[in-house]
């Protein structure tokens, strides 16, 4: 049981000949990483948070949720020039904390990855029901939404038969990356410029309707729920509108598919995440600025915005559904393709078998592992709701994040001789801070996200010990 805690070589971990082909550019990963976070966040969550949580001071609700991302996003750049290989947190954990860690990691972040997947197809089923309504196309219900969901009587059925649509885009996203990851970048490329010119397009035109007097207050008295308005509610604010940063971190999983890692994923990483926030701040401000906080509690938010100025932007409406639609499409891609490195990496050192890391020959893509993580989100996004999958989502990442920032000040005393080509600076008080800022919003998360996540880590234990532990190739290679 010796190996349990024994580190991966540097040497091996560079996998210099690597069957994966590194081709993605530095604009591409700027594009992944914008890909992976603005989507269900900006379009869907925003107007939630405002209403029930933070009132027109979601705003600063967003600038605390990037201050922690930021905080852990400098730990990812560091260990993402240091080791440029897929599996992202689950490969830095190895080299620095050893094996058991990062099977922990690795099982946390196939938890993040495929239920926040299988999230955003739900929320990208739901706006193309309503754009197609626009057209008087309409979908039986039957076919576009969950069978079973969990009320306060406990597990029902709805009478639906699936949610048809989730499943289609996943399928079609599955093939897409199943042809290559430079074919997938450049479909993810497009999809950025489209919805990012539609999320400029409200804040420019939004700006002239903006009503001063619905910021007012800006920060709403608290009701007496910890939850609700004030300086606490900005807090639980915060943790909600965490899931709109969930992504950041795919970048990091393509290293080994990056032209020039060490230079280009810090540079990936970091500015993906300024640009989004500075997004997320102006579309909030706008949002709230034209439509009353009280009244964004919608799935669609910016378009009851649009709806509310009326005929002179009405013309906006579409695009701001094509918008979100192409935006939730890329944010589901970039999971999926996440989740596939992860599998990689993970397989590569024997903890699950040589299948998941099986490399098609043509298109240099692990397309066995692609396929089964798409069954697998299309099953979830067709039987279950949005809200029961988004709950899956944020305590994953936040234990990610976690590990990482802890991780940057292990290897700093442990290996203080290997190169750095990026250092995430005033260290230990940046990674420490970011473990508290992290640690601090999974305490806020309900008891139930525990449960399930302590449910799931019980079932990876299991399979780690049955399997990953009698093949891992450290263990080997003591014999």
């Not at 992976?36 to 939630?48: D, E, K, L, P, R």
């Not at 799935?299 to 906006?316: D, F, H, M, Q, R």
């Not at 890391?357 to 066995?368: G, L």
């Given at each position: 049981?010796?190996?349990?805690?024994k580190?991966?070589?540097?040497?091996?971990a560079?996998?210099?000949?690597?069957?994966?082909?590194?081709?993605?550019?530095?604009?591409?990963?700027?594009?992944?990483?914008i890909?992976?976070?603005v989507?269900a966040?900006?379009?869907?969550?925003?107007?939630?948070?405002?209403?029930?949580?933070?009132?027109?001071?979601?705003?600063?609700?967003?600038?605390?949720?990037?201050?922690?991302?930021?905080?852990?996003?400098?730990?990812?750049?560091?260990?993402?020039?240091?080791?440029?290989?897929?599996g992202?947190?689950?490969?830095?954990?190895?080299?620095?904390?050893?094996?058991f860690?990062?099977?922990?990691?690795?099982?946390d972040?196939?938890?993040?990855?495929?239920?926040?997947?299988?999230?955003?197809?739900?929320?990208?089923?739901?706006?193309?029901?309503?754009?197609?309504?626009?057209?008087?196309?309409?979908?039986?219900?039957?076919?576009?939404?969950?069978p079973?969901?969990?009320?306060?009587?406990g597990w029902?059925l709805?009478g639906a038969?699936?949610?048809?649509?989730a499943?289609?885009?996943?399928?079609?996203?599955?093939?897409?990356?199943?042809?290559g990851?430079?074919?997938?970048?450049?479909?993810?490329?497009?999809?950025?410029?489209?919805?990012?010119?539609?999320?400029?397009?409200?804040?420019?035109?939004?700006?002239?309707?903006?009503?001063?007097q619905?910021?007012?207050?800006?920060i709403?008295?608290?009701?007496?729920?910890?939850?609700?308005?004030?300086?606490t509610?900005?807090l639980?604010?915060?943790?909600?509108?965490?899931?709109?940063?969930?992504?950041?971190?795919?970048?990091?999983?393509a290293?080994?598919?990056?032209?020039?890692?060490?230079?280009?994923?810090?540079?990936?990483?970091?500015?993906?995440?300024?640009i989004?926030?500075?997004?997320?701040?102006?579309?909030?401000?706008?949002?709230?600025?034209?439509?009353?906080?009280?009244?964004?509690?919608?799935?669609?938010?910016?378009a009851?915005?649009?709806?509310t100025?009326?005929?002179?932007?009405?013309?906006?409406?579409?695009?701001?559904?094509?918008?979100?639609?192409?935006?939730?499409?890329?944010?589901?891609?970039?999971?999926l393709?996440?989740?596939?490195?992860?599998f990689?990496?993970?397989?590569?050192?024997?903890?699950?078998?040589?299948?998941?890391?099986?490399v098609h020959?043509?298109?240099?893509t692990?397309?066995?592992?692609?396929?089964?993580?798409?069954?697998?989100?299309?099953?979830?996004?067709?039987?279950?709701?949005?809200?029961?999958?988004?709950?899956?989502?944020s305590?994953?990442t936040?234990?990610?994040?976690?590990?990482?920032?802890?991780?940057?000040?292990?290897?700093?005393?442990?290996?203080?001789?290997?190169?750095?080509?990026?250092?995430?600076?005033?260290?230990?008080?940046?990674?420490?801070?970011?473990?508290v800022v992290?640690?601090?919003?999974?305490?806020?998360?309900?008891?139930?996200?525990?449960?399930?996540l302590?449910?799931?880590?019980?079932?990876?234990?299991?399979?780690?010990?049955?399997?990953?532990?009698?093949?891992?190739?450290?263990?080997?290679?003591?014999?």
């Amino acid at each position: 049981m010796n190996h349990l805690f024994k580190t991966k070589q540097i040497a091996s971990a560079e996998l210099k000949n690597s069957e994966l082909k590194r081709t993605l550019t530095a604009t591409n990963l700027v594009a992944l990483g914008i890909g992976a976070i603005v989507g269900a966040g900006i379009f869907v969550i925003t107007g939630n948070a405002a209403a029930v949580h933070a009132g027109p001071a979601i705003v600063i609700s967003f600038i605390i949720s990037a201050f922690g991302c930021a905080l852990a996003g400098l730990c990812y750049a560091e260990f993402s020039s240091m080791f440029p290989i897929a599996g992202s947190a689950y490969s830095y954990s190895y080299a620095t904390m050893g094996e058991f860690i990062a099977w922990i990691l690795g099982w946390d972040l196939i938890l993040e990855y495929l239920f926040g997947a299988a999230t955003v197809a739900v929320g990208w089923s739901g706006y193309v029901v309503s754009f197609l309504a626009d057209f008087n196309i309409t979908i039986p219900a039957i076919m576009t939404s969950a069978p079973i969901d969990y009320t306060e009587n406990g597990w029902v059925l709805t009478g639906a038969v699936i949610n048809f649509p989730a499943i289609f885009i996943v399928a079609i996203l599955v093939t897409l990356l199943v042809l290559g990851v430079r074919e997938s970048a450049k479909v993810n490329n497009i999809i950025v410029l489209i919805k990012v010119i539609v999320i400029l397009l409200f804040i420019g035109f939004g700006i002239s309707f903006i009503d001063t007097q619905n910021w007012i207050p800006f920060i709403p008295e608290n009701t007496g729920k910890f939850d609700n308005f004030g300086w606490t509610g900005i807090l639980s604010g915060a943790a909600i509108v965490f899931f709109a940063y969930i992504g950041f971190d795919a970048v990091s999983t393509a290293a080994q598919e990056a032209k020039n890692p060490q230079r280009d994923m810090p540079r990936g990483i970091l500015i993906s995440l300024v640009i989004c926030t500075v997004l997320y701040i102006a579309v909030a401000l706008v949002l709230t600025g034209i439509v009353k906080y009280t009244e964004l509690n919608v799935p669609a938010p910016i378009a009851l915005a649009i709806n509310t100025v009326g005929g002179s932007l009405k013309w906006l409406s579409p695009l701001i559904k094509i918008g979100a639609i192409a935006g939730l499409s890329s944010v589901v891609m970039v999971l999926l393709f996440g989740q596939s490195r992860i599998f990689f990496a993970i397989s590569n050192d024997g903890l699950l078998p040589p299948i998941f890391s099986k490399v098609h020959k043509k298109f240099k893509t692990p397309y066995i592992t692609t396929i089964i993580i798409g069954i697998g989100c299309a099953v979830f996004a067709g039987l279950f709701p949005i809200n029961i999958l988004g709950k899956m989502v944020s305590i994953g990442t936040l234990l990610a994040f976690t590990i990482v920032c802890i991780g940057i000040i292990v290897l700093r005393k442990k290996r203080p001789d290997l190169p750095r080509p990026f250092r995430t600076p005033l260290v230990p008080l940046v990674p420490i801070l970011g473990a508290v800022v992290c640690l601090a919003q999974m305490i806020s998360l309900p008891f139930d996200t525990w449960m399930r996540l302590i449910i799931w880590m019980a079932i990876g234990l299991i399979i780690y010990f049955v399997y990953g532990w009698r093949h891992s190739k450290i263990r080997k290679s003591q014999k």
